[in-house]
């Protein structure tokens, strides 16, 4: 009997080209809030409510933003929403699995059979939804064809820009609303387009229209999408989702709302505290216990404004100490904060003994202590974490730092993510009482019931 040969479904011919991808990708970057609104509704769906407690309206933060049409609760549900579009994040240790369906690829023979050089299960290969994108990237004719068989790899380069193919098969409203949304126009991004383009041999740089139009959407993506964790099978991969109106949200160090995500595909958003009618509904970008400077780089690097909140005003940060170092003058144990609260080169103070330090001096005994405890957590057992953080961080890192808070929440990840039993009662002890030691700055901060605090309390996994 003769072995049968499995042959590829022939592929429905998609119209594809260059114009056909553009032709209803219409600027519409002069939208206003209620055109934005309608956007927005039709994307929401059957998620949005009959009578919202939130509208889109002009913002005196960053241009738009949501503010709320009555009083809110704490804890009360804002809005859910799904994402519009999805994608592999293209980060190092997330090029494993299916670009579709998210399940982790064997070793070997796990590029689409079709020859796109994507990432894709056998199943997935021949279903519609990636028959589009496949079509691109075979047209590109990626230079991965030429490897030798068992050398395949993935590109992280040509991966990375999927989710802006994506967004071109999008149908023209939703199409609209991803014009609609701010992209700041940062030189990197041409840089990410054009290391990608260069991983093909026919990618169409000379289309000025289509070049464009990627590179726009290349900058929403950048200053809007999300990392999304999904479940699959047991395995966990992080997506890169666009949420909209999760995104249009401004920010705010310590916000009055918190989100977190259902799989990857639906942004849920509550209230952290109560939240008055007509006050805008904030977000933070950053992590909440973040301190001040490291905030403060984060944001003008990525979405390059310094936040002027009353957190970021406020040295102490509500007594938390976030971003205390210990003083360097022999002798003294005092903590040393920031002076300057609008600078990212601030002088430092000594809380006891009052002298002054320049900030490159503080600079490096802060990123000392952040390799330090980067280092042990990227390689250490949870038990040498709790000896770590116990024994050995006191003796250069205030308990306060947010480093080692990070420290902390890195041990109460790892110890409620996997089988307790494997723990002794002291473990756990030290455990919980990290946790208390968490939840005691979130009280501080008035982070409220904000995701954090559910995480580690876990309300939510």
């Not at 330090?357 to 000392?368: E, S």
Request: charged share 25%; with cysteine.
């Amino acid at each position: 009997m003769s072995a049968s040969v499995q042959v590829p479904a022939p592929r429905v011919q998609a119209d594809t080209t260059m114009a056909a991808m553009v032709a209803h990708m219409a600027p519409c970057r002069d939208t206003t809030p209620e055109q934005l609104a309608q956007l927005i509704d039709a994307h929401l769906g059957d998620l949005r409510e009959e009578q919202p407690n939130w509208t889109i309206s002009s913002s005196k933060v960053a241009g738009r933003g949501v503010f709320a049409t009555r009083d809110i609760a704490a804890g009360e549900l804002i809005f859910r929403e799904r994402a519009l579009v999805t994608g592999p994040t293209a980060r190092k240790g997330q090029l494993s699995c299916c670009i579709c369906c998210h399940q982790p690829l064997p070793q070997t023979g796990f590029l689409c059979r079709h020859r796109c050089t994507l990432p894709v299960c056998e199943t997935c290969s021949d279903r519609e939804e990636h028959q589009a994108e496949c079509e691109h990237f075979r047209r590109w004719q990626p230079k991965d064809l030429d490897a030798e068989p068992g050398q395949e790899q993935v590109n992280p380069l040509s991966l990375r820009i999927l989710t802006a193919v994506r967004v071109f098969h999008l149908g023209k409203e939703q199409r609209h609303l991803v014009d609609a949304m701010q992209a700041n126009a940062e030189r990197g991004y041409r840089q990410e387009i054009i290391k990608a383009a260069q991983c093909f041999r026919n990618f169409p740089t000379t289309d000025r229209l289509f070049m464009d139009q990627l590179f726009r959407i290349v900058g929403v993506l950048n200053t809007n999408a999300f990392e999304a964790p999904c479940r699959s099978g047991g395995h966990e991969v992080l997506l890169r989702g666009l949420f909209p109106l999760t995104a249009i949200m401004n920010h705010e160090c310590t916000p009055n709302a918190s989100h977190y995500f259902d799989n990857g595909r639906l942004a849920v958003v509550r209230a952290a505290r109560d939240i008055p009618k007509g006050a805008e509904i904030t977000t933070t970008y950053t992590k909440i216990l973040w301190g001040n400077l490291t905030r403060g780089i984060f944001l003008k690097m990525t979405k390059h404004f310094l936040c002027d909140c009353t957190r970021c005003n406020d040295n102490t940060e509500n007594g938390t100490y976030l971003s205390a170092l210990f003083c360097r003058e022999q002798g003294c144990r005092g903590l040393v904060i920031p002076v300057q609260t609008r600078t990212l080169q601030p002088d430092w103070r000594c809380l006891t003994c009052e002298n002054v330090f320049p900030h490159a001096k503080m600079a490096r005994y802060q990123d000392f202590a952040l390799n330090t405890i980067n280092n042990r957590i990227n390689s250490c057992s949870v038990q040498d974490m709790i000896h770590f953080i116990n024994e050995l961080c006191p003796r250069f890192c205030p308990p306060s730092n947010y480093v080692l808070i990070e420290a902390k929440l890195n041990v109460i990840w790892r110890m409620t993510r996997f089988d307790r039993d494997q723990y002794t009662p002291e473990e756990m002890a030290h455990m919980d009482r990290y946790r208390e030691d968490v939840l005691a700055i979130l009280h501080k901060l008035g982070a409220g019931e904000c995701t954090l605090k559910k995480l580690i309390t876990e309300e939510i996994q």
